[in-house]
């Protein structure tokens, strides 16, 4: 069993940045892929990035490529999800998730088993 909390959100205007971290208990998160995913009012949870269990790859979707940026610290617990130029349309409830020895490419919510609460994240315009 995985437990995972983020943590991070917050109110932020547009072409701010933000930075969210996951933070994992229970077994080792090593062994785990490690997603960010997020979902906005009335809209399906969509995939915005990931890093695969090695910790080699990362994968991001377009709407954020080249603006977010997924890292883990070397402990392997925590990984955290930088946001640049943030934009209105970001604004959403951010969720971590891990599934066990997963590929970065990964970007349907089945392929993961964990998940997290939820951090709010709004950005104003």
């Known amino acids: 069993q995985v437990q995972l909390v983020e943590s991070g959100g917050g109110l932020v205007q547009a072409g701010g940045s933000l930075r969210l971290s996951c933070a994992a208990s229970g077994r080792t998160f090593g062994a785990y892929a490690k997603a960010w995913f997020r979902q906005a009012p009335g809209k399906e949870r969509e995939f915005v990035g990931a890093?695969?269990?090695?910790?080699?790859?990362?994968h991001y979707a377009d709407s954020v490529k080249g603006r977010f940026s997924i890292s883990r610290d070397k402990g392997e617990n925590t990984v955290s999800l930088q946001m640049n130029s943030l934009e209105p349309e970001d604004t959403a409830v951010y969720y971590c998730?891990?599934?066990?020895?997963?590929?970065?490419?990964?970007?349907?919510?089945?392929?993961?088993?964990?998940w997290g609460q939820g951090t709010q994240v709004t950005v104003s315009s």
């Open positions: 890093i695969d269990w090695s910790g080699d790859s990362t």
């Open positions: 998730a891990a599934a066990l020895y997963g590929a970065s490419s990964n970007e349907g919510t089945d392929a993961y088993q964990y």
